[in-house]
């Protein structure tokens, strides 16, 4: 946020981007699949392959709780904060 003050008493607020926590998926996909082991998605997650070749798999759970496991290369999950 950016905070601007002119000299007649106004201040304007702008929002600037948000803050953004990376979250690596380094958790290989497994068989048998150990859900509780993956990285648990949010709303608004964005998922990022860091590598061109990179496969990740996507869960949802019975709670409709969604996590995902690296299959290959590198991925993050970007979260607001």
């Avoid at 000299?7 to 953004?20: L, P, W």
């Avoid at 860091?50 to 979260?79: F, M, P, T, W």
Wanted: proline content about 2%; overall charge negative.
């Amino acid at each position: 946020m950016l905070l601007n003050a002119c000299g007649n008493g106004e201040v304007q607020v702008k929002n600037t981007s948000e803050a953004i926590e990376k979250i690596s998926i380094e958790i290989p996909c497994t068989t048998p699949t150990t859900l509780s082991n993956y990285v648990e998605l949010k709303s608004g997650d964005t998922i990022v392959k860091d590598e061109v070749s990179s496969s990740i798999k996507l869960y949802h759970d019975e709670n409709n709780l969604k996590r995902v496991c690296l299959q290959s290369g590198k991925a993050h999950v970007e979260r607001a904060i």
